[in-house]
């Protein structure tokens, strides 16, 4: 579905969207992180039309999350290596993984999981903290809106609803 | 644009993504939290199709993110909340968040902040750990395939490529 861009929201939600909100991209990026890197196999492991994978890819790379690099072999390929910006989206992954290991499988029903190369251990659970260490539910956290005069323009929360912040 | 179904692959991200994984619905889940409650709220604040805010909603709430409940002020309305299940996709949105405030706001542009209600000040940067507290990059991590008679089938991180589990 076609969407408005949120290139300008002052949400950083919003923004975030923009560039990885698209289904297939998280996936991309998600294999990437396994250390996929070349064309096909992003398109034997994702069984995604040609065309697609090839827009998704572009889009990435121009959003800065992804960068085309030789081939690491030598030969003529080309590879996708994520970038500092894609690097950073590990705890976005994590967090939509532990999400599904906890909501989306029933008893039994196996998933992947990541260890640390180290302990071979599970990894800790995200959460959601203040600067001092408390754990925040989302009737701890208020929202801070920019004056007026620095802000864009829409999406972004209102002070007008409950449990928005001064 | 419409795409197969995720809800038996063995990737925890890739199932979450069948739920939430489309554009709006994080937006959705994200004014929720923010203590949105009506559909013409949704509506105002999203700035999207009633038709199209409908289905994302109806879809939230089949998903068990969303539950329909009579209004808090007595009158006709329904209002839309946040299940356990949905409150729970707040590490998702505060990682996103953070990887938007890092790297899709130039200097000087301003953005919505989180803030802790008691301190008033942002909440802590979301980091991937181990269980005993070690902070684990990518390529501190490895993915764990449960074995071929668990699986259901793909897509999903294979054995072949680098960096994958034993």
Aim: glycine share 6%; net charge positive; charged share 30%.
């Amino acid at each position: 579905m076609k969407h408005k861009s949120n290139e300008t929201s002052i949400c950083p939600v919003a923004r975030s969207l923009d560039v990885i909100g698209e289904w297939w991209s998280l996936l991309i990026v998600r294999d990437a992180m396994l250390g996929v890197k070349r064309f096909s196999d992003f398109q034997r492991r994702l069984g995604m039309a040609k065309n697609i994978l090839s827009a998704r890819l572009k889009r990435l790379a121009e959003a800065g999350v992804l960068e085309i690099v030789p081939a690491s072999d030598g030969s003529a390929y080309q590879e996708y290596e994520l970038t500092e910006k894609g690097k950073a989206l590990q705890p976005t992954l994590l967090a939509l993984r532990q999400w599904g290991e906890q909501f989306m499988f029933s008893p039994g029903d196996a998933h992947s999981t990541l260890v640390d190369k180290r302990s071979r251990k599970p990894l800790a659970k995200l959460e959601v903290r203040s600067i001092d260490g408390r754990r925040l539910g989302t009737d701890d956290i208020d929202i801070i809106i920019p004056p007026e005069p620095q802000r864009r323009r829409v999406p972004h929360p209102s002070r007008t609803s409950r449990r928005v912040g001064k």
